[in-house]
């Protein structure tokens, strides 16, 4: 291993949150100010090595990161376009999220172990992001399940150690049954890397009955983190975590670990070629489906306002794997590009449902009458956020839906119009309702548990931008959806390469 | 420089929803919600200014590519998309200065935030139906499309009466339904085209079910039968200038969509423009007494404007039949959407002006009402009128047809209009409104559109158009005067048509089906749920019993040296056997 | 004399079987301690008979020094067995008479 | 070569704690120091050793100046120094604690020298090249660990004790007999001379079964192996807690080494498949029987021990993998991932109970469902038992989690999946143990103001905790460069 720029970058990425992370546990709780600055230093730092690396990529540079654990086993960080993708995402939310965190936990407890924790999530989603092999990834995404268990249950109410040990239960069979899969496809294959366009495919068809299995089995472990019904039921239960854990659990962190562990699997171990040979995509499709589906049900029937959102999510995730599920490339820019539209617009409702909490105590749909008067600003975030989760141009959303849309019909699926517009209709069934009560109703005389935090706007600064800037990007990321550097265009960038266009 | 007017078109009122909505962010939040003061400045009125100025001065055939914007936008004006242009402008500066300037709020609990909000969703639906027009690409379109079509949900329910809500309601899941259809069917018109700025050799080769999507999508706001039962609803509940632009300007989009999407004047389409025909003279059977027997007179311009649509839907179907058409019959049918456009908006506020503007029975009401029966008339199609010439450019499309009988069919609904608008005027006529200050402005603006109407023929139309449908219309206006007359004699004698159908007319019959089934699934999530709850229960009791109770010392029998001893014996034999057997002859 | 190293080795094997038998079904601690000095015994004997290599030449000192530890070791934990029984019965009498 | 002997780090290993230990003996009021001091120059030793065998390869040594068949021999080869490095670190880490941990003065003089007697028995048992060296160091190990963990006195501490004590002799008397066995066919105890035998003897089977019956079987109900394990979990659950982390993690590894020793050096050439499954099969049930068990368990020592109970059963499962994978790279990358285990079974197992004797003694007790306060009290401690808890569940990065990477590879490989099942339960029941302990640490009990609380006792058990995890798991590639110098000394 040469220990040159290029073999240093992708591991500096992972370790610039990992060692404030683990600074942050030393700390004393008391010590405010140097928490603070550990963990905007790390985020600050990843940003900036992030830029690094786009810029690197963006040149055609070559970044790995290897080190031998064992004979065989060697933890590879790469970054290809897909990297970055997700990458980007998680660094860029993160220093949001961090933010928003910090305003967040105020006056809370045990805020060293949380943040310590908060760091260590971090490391791990980029860690996963830079895989660049099935072994890697297992091993970030088994530690990430295990940096987020304190998350959920932080707040250490019953409800919560109940949320936590469900979400671990779920969590940790799913990584059990991906490691299974992972080391089966190993005895058939050795060190399984993730190549653009797969690395089965010179594989004897005679292989072909395990090769289904083990997708059965690397699904099935992925699925759950992706919330794929029916491996969804620990998503809305992990709901009791505080707002920022919500919100990085469910737009960054980890779901989209699982979505993009299924996006790796079908490109870049399978490619698309041979997984659709084998059957596989369409049973991704069923699922993906059923789940978009299920999942917009589910949330029509809920009130809790978090609870809503979480279903939602359920439904939303799975857009990713339904554009993987489709065979041709523009099918998989949708997918990708939801990757990062998801994150964005979903970031942005959870940071909203945390300021309602945190500022006036309302967590539920039946008491937001009137909100938009109260919160103007945040409630503008949840609207665009919530209209792009509907699929409305120009927002994010609408992007992601219009290319699933055409890749399905080129691919001569045109079921999923049939899925995208019942998921249109579906979202709209529960967000509608919840901007016509914020936006039409007559506000009540009291809040339930009204703050006031001495600033001239609605709420705090760190609760209030963050959903501010991420609802901005929802927008941007819409309206400039072909400029340069977009996420679309990077979707598009990575679909190029994955079908060698 | 002027192409950067398209931009602006639609940009500017988006710039001005911020200032128009009065909000403030930075308050006193623990004394004082949000409520904003209305803007002294009327931002409103200056929304359409930069569109109505693109209609004039952009010449045709100005395109202005911006790549980089959204998923690749591409601002054109054509000859259609110009005269559309002009009169949504038009309506919308009408409307807008009535809103600015004559509108005050909704009911009293909270009239200034509701009108911010107001100015803002109005202003977003003004971008909208800008952006769509002068958008050449299907993204613009439907960006366009869809930002009109929601934010005009605010403007429907905006006073907040049960009946708006209502109102609201239906608008919304029809026009979402529509918006769906529209997203699929141009998600397969991008595939089958392979492009997102379809030109009309482009479009020449679609599929059936791209054809269909895309008539449905554009037929709920279009108003066709059956898709229509939103619009008597939801025109009438909201605010006299939403009204206004949403029958005068919204629903004829649907038309250009077509004229965009279909391929209109490249391709026969016999099939297709057979059935569209069909349903727009079904519109019109439909609409035309149904909108006779209303009681508001709101209500009836809304079934006279579905009335209006189902022509123009008949014209559009004749033009798909027969391609040769296309020249005349596009420019007609922008022309007739133009000149109803006008008439229609200056109709709706002619009503809120009568309910407003000056108190009953003064000079400006009388004036008000005439002019009202001036645009009547125009939109019954009476000789020297707009209304006449507009009809006089698609008589080749028309008489073309195979189907001799539509003449006769046209004749009677031309006299079935001008029923419905001498019942509106009836109507109009007895309304007593309460007179309100501040009325000068927008009586200003609608005396300019009602003069642009009255003009119409003299500037576009040819002096042979002028007399063109005197007789269906003088028929009209005989039986309209005899029914007249015998109203006024026997009142007691039409009584009871009035109200025979309520507004929605099919609504109501499906109300009580809609509720059942919405019912009927609710009672299956229920029992859904409770049976998932029971299977949770069950699974939840069952972990209790195992790991609630005590685990005891379950060892304690295996720690008995004896049963230890024995097997650890038995084991030791095991595993002697295992190795001689294995090692033994004929062991493996 | 080889029958009487078989004899010997055998009744060792007699031995460490009884002494087995006699440690896992006997409750009481000394009867166990003594069974397993019994058992050991037993593989002593074993170990003695091994060492026999013919009148002619001297045992092998091997074996002897097997059983010379092995028979430190086993006084050594009787010891410690006896010990902690010691400690037990104290413990149970604390309980009966607190 | 004498002289050069006795500074040889192999001797230095067994006679300094010896040494130590009788230094702490005749001169009690200073124990305390003099133990650590033995302490920390046994560890130097054993890393001393670690170096040279690094460097060298596989060490023999000689001592008494005797040939071969008389002499104590004494022999590091990758597996014993791997294990004996592991077993010196932990034993330097469980002093350091222990030399906090005994405040009554009598239990502190007797814990010193009795832990030193275990801790020379340890390396003497890794490091003994003959039958009966191992004999006596087996004796010495056995009956220092029963008497150490009598040491609290408490009743229940003294009866699972002597139970040990008992176990163990039957035990050691049943591999004497199987030495006796062997020494009787081919006259000679070092490990070498008798593998070259029995390999050229196939005549003299039945004495060789024999003979390996008596060794394994006796040497089994010492690793407790299911259903044998029945003493274990009293008497590790009530010991002191240093004394179990020694007894859990140590010497019952220690114990499982002589058994791989045996199968693999000595009896391999009569060892079949067969054979080989009987104690894969007990070691299956272990794992999912220690791990039921413990997840039943009430209190958290307890919990720890039923845990090793699982843990030894892994172990067991990679003799018929070895039986089935011929000599070569798989065949090393098995050996290596059972090492792996062992080693960080090790440093997790003490990790953990040295951690959970804190807890025990912060809070006054040890239930688990009682814990909630303490364990949030404690942040050092508790992440000590999260670390060792994942690699006891076989977590990244752990070094088990590679051990079991490599082993469900190997099942697989070899037409075994079944033992794959049986590690996916395993690690699910290990999962749902570990987190219920870790559930009690999120509670609403007050913020823990600082990050550690009482250095001496915490830094061991965390250091611990962390080397099973984040040192073994990213870096153990050593492991592998250890088995390859001596690839010869290995069953090959």
């Keep these: ?501 | 420089m002027s192409a950067w007017l398209l931009l602006l078109a639609w940009v500017w009122p988006l710039l001005l929803v911020w200032p128009a909505s009065g909000v403030r962010f930075r308050q006193d939040w623990g004394a004082s919600t949000l409520s904003p003061q209305r803007s002294a400045v009327p931002w409103v009125a200056l929304g359409p200014l930069p569109a109505l100025a693109a209609a004039l001065l952009v010449p045709v055939g100005t395109e202005l590519p911006l790549p980089w914007l959204f998923l690749g936008t591409h601002l054109a004006l054509d000859a259609t998309g110009q005269i559309y242009l002009g009169f949504t402008a038009l309506v919308w500066l009408a409307a807008g200065v009535y809103a600015a300037l004559g509108e005050r709020g909704g009911p009293p609990e909270a009239p200034a935030a509701r009108s911010g909000r107001f100015d803002a969703l109005f202003l977003l639906a003004m971008a909208g139906n800008f952006w769509l027009i002068v958008g050449a690409d299907l993204f613009s379109f439907y960006v366009g499309f869809a930002m009109m079509g929601i934010a005009s949900y605010g403007l429907v329910v905006h006073d907040g009466s049960p009946s708006a809500l209502w109102a609201g309601k239906v608008y919304l899941v029809m026009a979402l339904l529509g918006e769906v259809a529209l997203f699929a069917g141009l998600v397969m018109l991008a595939s089958e085209t392979g492009t997102t700025r379809p030109a009309l050799d482009d479009v020449s080769a679609l599929g059936n079910a791209t054809i269909a999507l895309l008539l449905l999508g554009l037929g709920v706001k279009a108003g066709l039968v059956p898709l229509h039962l939103w619009l008597p609803l939801a025109h009438p509940a909201a605010p006299v200038p939403a009204s206004a632009v949403l029958s005068g300007t919204m629903i004829k989009v649907a038309l250009l969509g077509w004229f965009r999407f279909l391929p209109v004047g490249d391709l026969a389409l016999p099939g297709w423009g057979h059935w569209l025909a069909l349903a727009g003279l079904a519109t019109m059977t439909l609409a035309l007494p149904v909108g006779l027997v209303q009681r508001d007179a709101k209500v009836i311009l809304a079934y006279s404007s579905i009335a209006k649509m189902g022509f123009l839907m008949t014209a559009l179907g004749l033009v798909l039949v027969e391609p040769a058409l296309a020249p005349v019959g596009v420019a007609g049918i922008a022309f007739y959407a133009a000149q109803h456009g006008l008439a229609k908006g200056g109709l709706f506020l002619g009503v809120g002006l009568r309910k407003h503007a000056g108190a009953p029975g003064t000079t400006a009401q009388a004036a008000i009402l005439g002019v009202m029966v001036l645009l009547a008339l125009a939109l019954a199609g009476a000789p020297f009128t707009s209304g006449a010439v507009a009809k006089y450019d698609l008589k080749p499309v028309l008489e073309a047809t195979q189907w001799t009988w539509i003449g006769a069919v046209v004749a009677v609904t031309t006299v079935g209009t001008a029923l419905l608008m001498a019942r509106f005027v009836w109507v109009a006529a007895s309304i007593k409104g309460h007179a309100e200050p501040h009325w000068a402005w927008p009586l200003a603006a609608w005396g300019l559109l009602a003069a642009l109407v009255a003009l119409f023929p003299f500037a576009f139309g040819k002096p042979a158009a002028w007399l063109s449908n005197a007789l269906p219309v003088g028929i009209g206006a005989g039986v309209a005067a005899t029914v007249a007359l015998i109203a006024a004699l026997q009142p007691r004698l039409f009584a009871p048509f009035i109200g025979l159908v309520p507004a929605g007319d099919l609504l109501a019959l499906l109300t009580p089906l809609l509720r059942a089934v919405k019912e009927m699934g609710e009672v299956f999530l229920e029992d859904l749920g409770r049976a998932w709850s029971r299977v949770e229960r069950a699974a939840f009791a069952a972990f209790e019993r195992v790991f609630g109770t005590p685990a005891g010392d379950v060892e304690r029998g295996l720690r008995q040296w004896p049963v230890a001893g024995a097997l650890w014996v038995g084991i030791s034999a095991v595993l002697l056997l295992l190795l001689l057997a294995a090692q033994a002859p004929g062991g493996s | ?98 | 070569m004498s002289d050069a002997a006795l500074t040889h780090p192999l001797v230095l290993c067994i006679a300094l704690p010896l040494l130590g230990a009788m230094l702490v003996t005749a001169l009690p009021r200073w124990s305390v120091r003099l133990g650590i001091l033995a302490a920390v120059a046994t560890a130097a030793a054993a890393v001393a050793l670690a170096a040279t065998v690094w460097q060298q390869g596989t060490l023999h040594l000689m001592l008494g100046g005797w040939d071969r068949q008389l002499a104590i021999a004494l022999r590091a080869d990758g597996i014993a120094t791997a294990l004996v490095l592991m077993a010196n670190l932990v034993a330097l880490g469980i002093s350091v604690y222990a030399s906090g941990y005994f405040h009554d003065r009598v239990r502190v003089r007797s814990f010193w020298p009795l832990w030193l007697l275990l801790w020379a028995g340890l390396n003497g048992l890794f490091l003994a090249g003959d039958l009966f060296n191992l004999y006596v160091m087996l004796e010495l190990l056995g009956i220092a660990a029963a008497a150490l963990g009598a040491l609290t006195g408490n009743r229940d501490a003294v009866a699972a004790n002597l139970r040990y004590l008992l176990v163990g002799l039957l035990g050691s008397i049943s591999y004497l007999l199987g030495v006796a066995l062997l020494y009787t066919a081919y006259g000679t105890l070092d490990l070498g001379l008798l593998a070259a035998g029995i390999a050229d003897s196939p005549q003299l089977l039945a004495v060789n079964a024999a003979a390996m019956t008596l060794m394994v079987a006796g040497l089994a109900l010492k690793a407790a192996l299911f259903p044998l394990h029945f003493w274990l979990p009293p008497a590790h659950a009530n010991a002191p807690a240093p004394v179990s982390a020694a007894l859990s993690a140590l010497v019952v590894k220690a114990v499982f080494y002589l058994i791989l020793r045996l199968w693999l050096d000595l009896f391999w050439p009569i060892t079949g498949m067969a054979a080989a499954m009987l104690p894969a099969l007990l070691g299956a049930v272990a794992i999912v029987w220690g791990s039921w068990r413990a997840l039943r368990a009430e209190r958290l020592k307890l919990l720890a021990a039923y845990s090793t109970v699982a843990q030894i059963g892994y172990l067991f499962l990679f003799l018929p993998l070895l039986a089935a994978t011929p000599p070569g790279p798989a065949r090393d990358d098995l050996l290596a991932a059972l090492l792996l285990m062992a080693v960080t079974h090790g440093f997790a197992k003490a990790g953990f109970f040295l951690a959970a004797g804190l807890v025990q003694t912060n809070a006054g007790h040890d239930r688990i469902d009682d814990l909630g306060g303490t364990a949030q009290r404690l942040p050092a401690t508790t992440f000590a038992i999260a670390l060792s808890g994942s690699a006891l569940i076989g977590l990244p990065p752990s070094g088990s989690f590679i051990g079991k990477w490599l082993l469900m590879q190997s099942a697989i490989a070899t037409g075994q999946w079944w033992w794959v099942i049986v590690v996916t339960t395993g690690s699910l029941l290990a999962s749902a143990y570990v987190f219920r302990v870790l559930s009690r640490a999120f509670g609403l009990e007050p913020t823990p103001m600082r990050f550690i609380t009482d250095a001496r006792a915490e830094v061991p058990a965390l250091t611990l905790a962390l080397v099973s995890v984040a040192v073994l798991g990213l870096a153990s590639g050593p492991v592998w460069t250890l088995l390859g110098l001596s690839a010869a000394g290995v069953g090959a």
């Design chain 3, 1 to 98: 004399m080889l029958i009487a190293q078989f004899l010997y080795g055998g009744a060792g094997l007699v031995l460490f079987t009884l002494g087995l038998w006699s440690f896992l079904v006997h409750e009481p601690l000394l009867r166990k301690i003594i069974a397993l000095n019994v058992t050991g015994a037993g593989v002593f004997h074993v170990l003695i008979a091994i060492a026999y290599r013919g009148d002619a030449a001297p045992p092998d000192p091997v074996p002897h020094a097997l059983v010379l530890t092995g028979i430190v070791v086993a006084v050594s934990a009787t010891a410690l067995a006896l010990m902690l029984g010691a400690r037990l019965q104290d413990a149970d009498e604390e309980d009966q008479t607190p």
């Design chain 1, 1 to 501: 291993m040469s220990w040159d720029y290029a073999a240093l970058l992708p591991g500096a990425i992972v370790v610039s949150s990992l060692l404030p992370g683990v600074f942050i546990f030393l700390l004393d709780e008391e010590s405010h100010v140097l928490r603070t600055v550990l963990n905007l230093f790390g985020a600050v730092a990843k940003l900036v090595l992030v830029g690094l690396l786009i810029y690197g990529v963006w040149l055609g540079q070559v970044f790995e990161t290897r080190i031998a654990i064992a004979p065989g086993l060697t933890l590879v960080l790469n970054a290809d376009a897909l990297s970055v993708l997700f990458v980007t995402l998680s660094t860029v939310l993160w220093l949001v999220t961090t933010v928003y965190a910090i305003g967040y936990l105020e006056h809370s407890t045990n805020r060293s172990r949380f943040f310590g924790f908060f760091s260590l999530c971090v490391s791990a989603t980029v860690g996963i992001a830079l895989s660049g092999n099935l072994l890697t990834f297992v091993i970030f995404y088994e530690v990430l399940t295990l940096a987020t268990y304190p998350l959920v249950a932080h707040r250490g109410t019953p409800e919560a150690t109940r949320g936590a040990k469900i979400y671990l239960a779920y969590t940790l069979s799913g990584g059990l049954l991906l490691l299974v899969g992972a080391v089966w496809l190993r005895t058939l294959t050795g060190p399984v890397d993730f190549v653009e366009g797969g690395m089965l495919g010179d594989l004897s068809p005679d292989l072909h009955g395990q090769l289904v299995v083990i997708f059965a089995l690397l699904l099935a472990g992925l699925g759950v983190k992706a919330a794929l019904v029916p491996l969804h039921g620990w998503l809305p239960q992990s709901m009791v975590a505080p707002a920022p854990v919500s919100s990085l659990l469910h737009a960054v962190a980890v779901v989209k670990a699982g979505a993009f562990g299924i996006v790796r699997v079908v490109y870049d171990v399978y490619g698309v070629t041979l997984a659709s040979q084998l059957g596989l995509l369409t049973v991704l499709g069923v699922l993906a489906s059923f789940t978009i589906v299920y999942g917009s049900v589910l949330a029509l029937t809920q009130d809790g306002l978090k609870k809503r959102l979480a279903y939602s999510t359920v439904s939303q995730v799975s857009y990713i794997a339904l554009g993987t599920s489709l065979l041709g490339p523009v099918a998989t820019v949708g997918g990708l590009v939801h990757l990062v539209h998801q994150g964005i617009m979903k970031i942005t409702l959870f940071f909203c449902a945390g300021n309602y909490a945190e500022t006036l105590g309302v967590a539920k749909v039946s008491q937001m009458d009137g909100i938009g008067r109260r919160m103007p600003l945040t409630t503008l975030a949840f609207t665009v956020g919530a209209l792009g989760m509907i699929g409305l141009p120009p927002i994010a959303g609408f992007v992601s839906k219009w290319y699933l849309g055409l890749g399905g019909v080129e691919a001569g699926q045109h079921w999923v119009l049939v899925i995208l517009a019942s998921s249109t209709l579906l979202n709209a069934g529960y967000f509608l309702p919840i901007l016509y009560r914020a936006w039409f109703r007559p506000l009540p005389a009291e809040w339930p548990n009204e703050h006031h935090f001495g600033t001239r706007f609605e709420t705090m600064h760190a609760l209030l931008w963050p959903p501010v800037i991420t609802a901005v990007f929802c927008l941007l990321a819409g309206l400039l959806a072909a400029a340069p550097f977009s996420p679309l265009e990077w979707a598009r960038l990575i679909a190029e390469r994955e079908y060698g266009l």
